[in-house]
Every structure is written in structure tokens, then in C-alpha cells.
């Protein structure tokens, strides 16, 4: 006897989080043995994706067994089992409101110039304590005489970006803990010049500096002259320079440890760890703690300044909130420690101080959240480079910006890729739009 199902998926909020869900379809090849040996038929749909993936074992159901006796008469064996239901920690309404808020600023944003290559943004808003994810937002802006947008949820998880400064806070706890950044160790911020390589300076000079105000101006130069010490380098201006290799190494082991460049164990399957540079040009080991470097994923991101928060803890985040059975909740997803930081907690108080003057007057983070909120938190501005023919070879370069932060417990990460290709000096503020809208709409309405 053969039986074909027929399933109807319906979508009641659209292409919102229409990627995320995933789908159902039949069962592998390479999977039929596991399947098998867990009870399942050969043509069961099971989930092959994502959220239904990441729960099938939760998500499914059983159908009616039946016997035909010898009499010809039918016997049930075992009754029907219908799935469980998945509950999600995302506020569908909050949700809602901020993909409004971010189709509109990339449509506006459009109208300004440079943006020929602007048509992403990212934007997570969770819990940093429990990794908890309130809005998970990816979209990806369309023109064909009309704008339209896709959904681009996946790219939270898939889509590795150049972060810039906005790594800064997991840099400097690399020199407190190597001992190459004391409290209130002071310079004057300048310009790095290597033989046959350009200038690299600061986004402008911001004379004498100590450790906070490197944090809060977001300087490069305070960032090189560690990298250099890290290094076991020596430095003459317009001289060639030489660096130990192990600084990539010494870097990347407390970035992985805050979320950096590792997969996050957010409830997903097929999670990028983003991309990580070629250490064979030692240099670049300057270019590493200014975020020019490696590139990550915005939920590494997320995850990233979360540890910061919580001091070391590295929480993984996580879409599922419970599993129903019928009106009885059977499992909740609970707050999953995943690793921690060999950092002193002296030193993530001191990162938080700068992150903190980050966001106030004067601060390259000044506007973006109330200051009533306790934020702290880190803008990037990155150089970055496209493939716009899709030819394999990389060929322009943008700016792309973004932003990190914790307020009152809340953790904000926004990521405008490509925002501005460089044509003139203007570079659009919509990162710091859509974080002041999205902020202020959380806390005066869903907080």
C-alpha cells in the first residue's frame, strides 16, 4: 500500500522570518539510516531545514498503526500522535514594527548619495543575559521600477561582515590581558607608516589619549602601538617591520572566546563562522584589533558584546523559548553557558567604562541610545570590497558601518553593509537612525 501526503505551509505574517522557519521535505539520502533507526518511514517529510530542522524531533508527528487480521478486520495498533508545538522567543509585534522602521530608512536612504551598492541591513535585539532573541531581522532591499524587499533572515547566521571598530572592546581586552594596555597608560594619536605601504592613522588626530578615550574617539593608533607590543615588534616610521605571527593567535584566542570568528550554538543549523584572514602578511596583524581584518557574522556580534556584559559568560543565543504539547508546556529553552573568557573581571569593567564614554557626549556613539538606558556599546565604520558582477573577483571597495551595544540589559547589534562606494567623502548616518528609531521604540513600548 503506498501513500502520498499533501501539505499546505500558510504564513501569516508574510516573508517575515519566512527563511527562518525553514521546510519539510523528504528524507535524504545520506540521513535514511538515522531516520530509520529512530522509527521513521522511508517516505516521511521531515524537516530539512532551520528551525524545522534544528526541532524535528520535537516538531513531528506519528500516524495511526493498524493491523488486518485474519478475518480481514482492521485493528489499531497505536493511536495518532500530532507534533508538538514550537514557541519562539521573538515578539512577533515588536518584530513587525522594526522591519517598518528599516524599510523605510533603506528606501530613504537610497535617495542619498554614494549608496549604489546599499541594499542590505541586519538587525538583532535580545536578551544579553539568557541570549534570548526578540527581532531577527535581514532584509534586502530590491529595485525593478519599484522597491521591494526580500527577506534575508538567513544572513544573520550566514553572512560574514567586516565589523570595524565596533571590535574595538574585545581588542583592548586582549592588551589588558597580555599586559600591552595599563589603565591610563597615555599617547599622543598619530600615523603608522610601513615601507611601501600607505599611512594608517586614526579617522582623525585625537592628541593625547589614554585607554578610555582611545575606546571612546575610537582610535586606530592606540590599537596599532598594542598590536606592535603584541607582536614583539619594534616600529620606525617608513621602516620595514617585523612581527611575531603568534599575535594573530593571541588575538583570535579571546576573540573566539567572546564569539568571534566561532560558530555561536544559537539553535540553527548551518552557522557560518565567518571568514578569516591569511596570516602569511604579517602586517596585518595591525589591520586585525580595528576590525579590518577578519570578518563576522552579525549573531557572532550579538553574541560578542553580550559576553561582555556578562563578564566572560558566553551564552549561546536562541530562537526557541518552549515546546507545547496541547496547552501543556513539556520543555523551555533555557539559558545555555557555552564557554567564558580567561580575562580578569577588573578588565571587562574597565572595557565597559570606555564603551560606556562611547555613547556619551563627544563619543562616536553619542545620539544613537538614550542615555537613560545605561547603554554601552561600539560604532564601526569599516573599509570594505564587493564583487558587483558577480565575475568571483573582488573589485570595489565601499564603506559598510555598524553597531554594538547593551542597554538596560538589552543587546542592539545593526550592520549596514555597503552603505556609501566611496565616490565622494559622504557616508549615510542610517546605521545611527535605524539604532535611535529601533532603541527608542523597544524601550518606550516593549520594554
Not at 505574517?13 to 539520502?29: A, K, N
Not at 554614494?114 to 532591499?141: P, V
Request: net charge negative.
Amino acid at each position: 500500500i503506498y501513500i502520498d501526503y499533501k501539505y499546505e505551509r500558510v504564513y501569516p505574517y508574510g516573508s517575515t522570518l519566512r527563511s527562518l522557519f525553514g521546510s519539510v521535505g523528504s528524507i535524504q539520502e545520506e540521513n535514511k539510516e538515522s531516520y530509520l533507526e529512530k522509527g521513521y518511514f522511508i517516505n516521511d517529510e521531515v524537516g530539512i531545514s532551520y528551525l524545522e530542522e534544528e526541532y524535528e524531533e520535537y516538531l513531528k508527528g506519528t500516524p495511526y498503526t493498524y493491523r488486518i487480521t485474519s478475518d480481514g478486520k482492521r485493528e489499531t495498533v497505536t493511536e495518532k500522535q500530532s507534533g508538538n508545538d514550537l514557541y519562539l522567543t521573538i515578539d512577533i509585534n515588536l518584530q513587525l514594527e522594526i522591519e517598518k522602521i528599516v524599510e523605510n530608512q533603506m528606501i530613504k536612504t537610497k535617495k542619498e548619495p554614494n549608496t549604489t551598492y546599499y541594499n542590505k541591513n541586519y538587525i538583532i535585539i535580545g536578551s544579553a543575559y539568557d541570549g534570548s532573541i526578540y527581532a531577527f531581522i535581514g532584509k534586502m532591499l530590491t529595485y525593478n521600477g519599484e522597491y521591494n524587499f526580500i527577506d534575508n533572515t538567513l544572513g544573520l547566521v550566514t553572512d560574514a561582515i567586516t565589523p570595524g571598530s565596533s571590535i574595538k572592546g574585545a581588542s583592548h581586552l586582549v592588551g589588558y590581558s597580555t599586559g600591552n594596555i595599563k589603565y591610563g597608560d597615555k599617547i599622543i594619536d598619530g600615523c603608522i607608516k610601513i615601507k611601501n605601504a600607505e599611512e594608517k592613522c586614526s579617522w582623525k588626530s585625537l592628541g593625547l589619549i589614554d585607554d578610555l578615550e582611545a575606546l571612546k574617539y575610537s582610535s586606530n593608533y592606540y590599537q596599532f602601538v598594542t598590536a606592535i607590543k603584541i607582536g614583539n615588534g619594534s616600529y620606525k616610521y617608513n621602516a620595514p617591520i617585523k612581527l611575531d605571527k603568534t599575535g594573530f593567535d593571541t588575538y583570535r584566542k579571546i576573540f573566539s572566546a567572546l564569539g568571534l570568528g566561532v560558530k555561536t550554538e544559537i539553535d540553527l543549523p548551518y552557522e557560518s563562522t565567518g571568514f578569516k584572514g591569511n596570516d602569511e602578511y604579517i602586517p596585518s596583524l595591525l589591520d586585525l584589533p580595528i576590525g579590518q581584518y577578519d570578518n563576522y557574522t552579525p549573531i557572532q556580534m550579538f553574541q560578542y558584546i553580550s559576553t561582555i556584559y556578562n563578564n566572560g559568560t558566553r551564552v549561546a543565543p536562541h530562537l526557541g523559548n518552549y515546546i507545547k504539547k496541547d496547552d501543556e508546556v513539556i520543555e523551555e529553552i533555557k539559558r545555555n553557558v557555552v564557554g567564558g573568557v580567561n580575562v580578569k573581571q577588573k578588565d571587562f569593567e574597565r572595557v565597559k567604562q570606555g564603551l560606556t564614554m562611547v555613547m556619551e557626549r563627544g563619543g562616536t556613539g553619542s545620539g544613537y541610545i538614550d542615555l537613560k538606558y545605561n547603554p554601552f556599546g561600539k560604532t564601526g565604520t569599516a573599509q570594505s570590497f564587493i564583487d558587483t558582477n558577480l565575475d568571483g573577483i573582488i573589485d570595489t571597495e565601499t564603506v559598510s558601518t555598524s553597531f554594538v551595544g547593551v542597554a538596560d540589559g538589552i543587546t542592539f547589534v545593526v550592520l549596514s553593509p555597503n552603505v556609501s562606494d566611496r565616490k565622494t567623502s559622504y557616508t549615510s548616518s542610517v546605521n545611527k537612525k535605524i539604532t535611535k528609531n529601533i532603541t527608542n521604540l523597544y524601550f518606550e513600548k516593549y520594554n
